[in-house]
């Protein structure tokens, strides 16, 4: 289906989705991020604000996309700010549907998928789901059927199943740095021995996943946040305070970091000194498609600094990464990494053939030892 239905909205933000992919790439396409049309936000619930702000200043309906796995991230802001019982603020969603019952996906999006919706019509938001069979005009009928719902101050949605919305122009991006990210974990896998190492959302994890299969060394030593994104850094503070013998590193992402920054200031200040926090700047949503982020506009080395890391550093190439995985290893204050690397991965990039449970018993079997 193509996106005619959207062209009577002019103000988009949102976290990208691989299933919103052509939305994602059509709002590249003609606005690039743009603070007047198109902003890429920080999590789903920041995208609600957004959109409050945009509607209190214009009168008009803002559209706010995410994937389903971020319905959690909006549950505050719709309830207590948009809902008609508070200010009545106007609103339409596009929600892609990763873990649709009965179609094969990855286990963190299992749970996500069967309440999907049933989140939506606890928080009263009247939904749609679009699938292949879908017409134009059944989108359309619904759409002046929403309309009335936006006069009321009221918020509507449109569910997407996968593989529905086309939009021709596939944006590739890319950024300046050379060194990939398999290969940067090869190289944190290498100094971190048989320390543990908590990694976040995506393509990190799996890559991880692949390099300890490749050198047949066991899983036991990651954890992989399948989900959860953002939240990778509070999982390895929550680990690190109760095993201080245990030295426990950090694979993050820079839009992981970015969703969910203030748990920096947390660990930055934990007084721990058995973490080595390591983020992964590419300065882009890669494994939802590659829509930039703003880590490349600020500066995440002073940031950490300023949360109360005590080794803070940024590296580009792999003769300074070596220099500062060597240095974390060895020593005992909290560490803090930027590694500014490639967009891009393997065509043939696998996923763990482990479940998220095997995971788990084997990861607190290794912390046990």
């Known amino acids: 289906m193509k996106l005619d239905f959207l062209d009577r909205f002019?103000?988009?933000?949102?976290?990208?989705?691989?299933?919103?992919?052509?939305?994602?790439?059509c709002l590249m396409d003609k606005y690039g991020v743009d603070n007047k049309h198109h902003i890429i936000a920080a999590n789903e619930g920041n995208a609600v604000g957004l959109a409050a702000g945009y509607h209190l200043a214009t009168g008009k309906t803002p559209v706010v996309y995410l994937q389903n796995s971020g319905e959690g991230n909006t549950i505050n802001p719709i309830a207590s700010l948009l809902n008609e019982?508070?200010?009545?603020?106007?609103?339409?969603?596009?929600?892609?549907?990763?873990?649709?019952?009965?179609?094969?996906?990855?286990?963190?999006?299992?749970?996500?998928?069967?309440?999907?919706?049933?989140?939506?019509?606890?928080?009263?938001?009247?939904?749609?789901?679009?699938?292949?069979e879908t017409t134009m005009k059944e989108v359309e009928d619904k759409l002046a059927e929403f309309e009335k719902l936006f006069e009321q101050g009221k918020q509507a949605a449109f569910v997407v199943k996968k593989g529905t919305l086309e939009y021709d122009n596939k944006i590739k991006f890319s950024n300046e740095y050379l060194m990939t990210r398999e290969e940067i974990i090869n190289?944190?896998?290498?100094?971190?021995?048989?320390?543990?190492?908590?990694?976040?959302?995506?393509?990190?994890?799996?890559?991880?996943?692949?390099?300890?299969?490749?050198?047949?060394?066991?899983?036991?030593?990651?954890?992989?946040?399948?989900?959860?994104?953002?939240?990778?850094?509070?999982?390895?503070?929550?680990?690190?305070?109760?095993?201080?013998?245990?030295?426990?590193?950090?694979?993050?992402?820079?839009?992981?970091?970015l969703m969910h920054m203030g748990a920096l200031a947390l660990t930055g200040t934990s007084g721990l000194e058995n973490i080595v926090h390591i983020v992964l700047n590419n300065a882009a949503h890669e494994s939802v498609g590659g829509a930039p982020t703003v880590a490349d506009k600020i500066n995440i080395v002073q940031i950490a600094k300023g949360c109360g890391y005590e080794e803070v550093v940024s590296v580009d190439s792999f003769e300074k990464l070596d220099v500062e995985l060597e240095k974390a290893r060895d020593g005992r204050k909290k560490c803090f990494i930027e590694v500014k690397c490639a967009i891009g991965a393997r065509d043939d990039l696998g996923r763990p053939t482990t479940t998220a449970k095997e995971n788990k018993e084997a990861f607190m079997e290794q912390l046990s030892k």
Not at 10 to 25: I, K, R
Request: glycine residues 12%; proline residues 3%; charged residues 20%.
């Open 10 to 25: 002019e103000f988009f933000t949102g976290v990208p989705d691989s299933l919103l992919s052509a939305v994602c790439n």
């Open 85 to 132: 019982k508070v200010y009545g603020i106007p609103c339409l969603f596009l929600v892609g549907w990763r873990g649709e019952p009965g179609v094969h996906d990855e286990p963190q999006h299992i749970f996500q998928g069967e309440v999907t919706n049933a989140l939506l019509e606890d928080m009263d938001i009247e939904y749609f789901i679009i699938s292949k």
């Open 187 to 257: 190289h944190i896998v290498k100094y971190s021995g048989e320390d543990m190492i908590v990694s976040t959302t995506g393509k990190a994890s799996r890559e991880l996943f692949e390099i300890r299969e490749k050198n047949g060394q066991t899983h036991g030593y990651d954890f992989l946040t399948v989900g959860s994104m953002g939240h990778s850094s509070s999982i390895a503070m929550g680990i690190a305070s109760q095993k201080a013998d245990k030295k426990i590193w950090i694979l993050d992402g820079d839009g992981a970091m």
